[in-house]
């Protein structure tokens, strides 16, 4: 069993930036596939970034690429999120997953994902 905490979320002005943790207890994610999904308010969940188990390889939208960066310390069992250039439109909750599957072209899919945190409010102001 995984668990996950998200942290860093908060109020921001459009251009900010801000950086969003995942914490992870229970189980080891230094071999564990590793993403973060957002979803706005009337919106389904939808793909940001992941990372695979070494951090050798990153996966991101076309909506943030050049402006959020993933990475991870497997070390602190933690996953990062970095958010720059932050824009209204990247208001959202948003929560890491983890999958025991590494990398394949699904990785966007929610429901390839066996653990979820709660999630983290992130609001862009204009």
């Known amino acids: 069993q995984v668990q996950l905490v998200e942290s860093g979320g908060g109020l921001v002005q459009a251009g900010g930036s801000l950086r969003l943790s995942c914490a992870a207890s229970g189980r080891t994610l230094s071999t564990y596939f590793m993403g973060w999904f957002r979803q706005a308010p009337g919106k389904e969940r939808e793909f940001v970034a992941a990372?695979?188990?070494?951090?050798?390889?990153?996966y991101y939208a076309d909506s943030v690429k050049g402006r959020f960066t993933i990475s991870r310390d497997n070390a602190k069992n933690t996953v990062y999120l970095q958010m720059n250039s932050l824009k209204p439109e990247d208001t959202a909750v948003y929560t890491c997953a983890t999958r025991w599957r590494g990398y394949s072209s699904d990785y966007p899919v929610p429901s390839t994902y066996n653990y979820w945190g709660q999630g983290t409010q992130v609001t862009v102001s204009s």
């Open positions: 990372i695979v188990w070494s951090g050798s390889s990153t």
